[in-house]
Nanobody, 126 residues
Framework: QVQLVESGGGLVQTGGSLRLSCAAS????????MGWFRQAPGKGREFVSA????????YYADSVKGRFTISRDNAKNTIYLQMNSLKPEDTAVYYC???????????????????WGQGTQVTVSS
């Protein structure tokens, strides 16, 4: 059974930083493209970032480019999202997801992903 478990969310002030983690089990981790999405209250789930199987390619939404950094550790079956210079509009539930899609594609649709975690809340106060 595939499980993706996010952690690291919390409450932070504007300009602060958080590091999210997503631990995967029940799948051959290195065979999956991995991504982060977020969903704010009353809004749809939106793409944040993705990382290729080797970690060599990364993709970002324009709204987080230059502030967030995605990475993965295949030895630990874990991906990370380092979030700096946080803004109130970053407040959302953050989800990690696994995709069998190609490394070279910009996989920004929820339908591109096969497995999802339960999410972790990030709240940025102004």
């Amino acid at each position: 059974q595939v499980q993706l478990v996010e952690s690291g969310g919390g409450l932070v002030q504007t300009g602060g930083s958080l590091r999210l983690s997503c631990a995967a089990s029940g799948l051959t981790f290195s065979r999956y493209m991995m991504g982060w999405f977020r969903q704010a209250p009353g809004k749809g789930r939106e793409f944040v970032s993705a990382v290729s199987r080797s970690g060599g390619r990364t993709y970002y939404a324009d709204s987080v480019k230059g502030r967030f950094t995605i990475s993965r550790d295949n030895a630990k079956n874990t991906i990370y999202l380092q979030m700096n210079s946080l803004k109130p509009e970053d407040t959302a539930v953050y989800y990690c997801a696994a995709s069998t899609g190609p490394d070279t594609a910009y996989l920004a649709r929820t339908s591109d992903y096969n497995y999802w975690g339960q999410g972790t809340q990030v709240t940025v106060s102004s």
